[in-house]
């Protein structure tokens, strides 16, 4: 039963770092359960109840910076509220439709979009959406370093 539940944690882990490219699967929660099930696998033993509570919170704070972050980076590049909301809604329907370079077109379209809306010039569209890729892409970073610390946590203390 233990090796069972310490391949579906492995799995788990794994497919958690492949979510952080693919926007079906919630990346960072993943990686985390595989925490939860190799703990519950070795009675407890391998993470601390301080350890699973941060990355726990840490998890979800995470995956709310996922959708925060890019309409910030429009928001610093001098985009009205219009650029801003016009990045997130972009950022969403990228992810629905084409996945990872979705999210980041999409963001970048949605900005620029808002921003001709708003009555900005061509410039000023431009730096709003240049400020929701480069958002979008510290949302990916963000969300891969972070899970990636998930998954070497689960690798050490399933080998050790």
């Known amino acids: 039963m233990e090796l069972t539940l310490v391949v579906l ?15 079906i699967l919630p990346g960072p929660p993943l990686s985390y359960i595989a925490l939860l099930v190799l703990s519950f696998a070795r009675d407890y033993q391998p993470f601390s109840v301080s350890f699973l509570v941060i990355t726990g919170i840490l998890t979800a704070v995470v995956s709310i910076l996922d959708y925060v972050i890019p309409p910030l980076g429009a928001r610093r590049y001098g985009a009205s509220r219009y650029g801003f909301w016009g990045s997130f809604i972009g950022m969403l329907l990228g992810l629905i439709f084409f996945a990872v ?42 969300k891969l370093g972070f899970t990636a610390y998930l998954v070497l946590s689960y690798v050490r203390a399933a080998l050790g």
Do not use: D, H, Q, T
Not at 9 to 23: E, K
């Open 101 to 142: 370079l979705g999210a980041l077109v999409g963001a970048w379209l949605g900005a620029i979009g808002g921003e001709l809306y708003a009555g900005k010039s061509g410039k000023g569209a431009m730096r709003a959406g240049w400020g929701a890729f480069l958002g979008n892409l510290a949302a990916l970073l963000v």
């Open 9 to 23: 944690g492995l799995f788990l882990s794994l497919l958690g770092f492949a979510g952080c490219l693919l926007p």
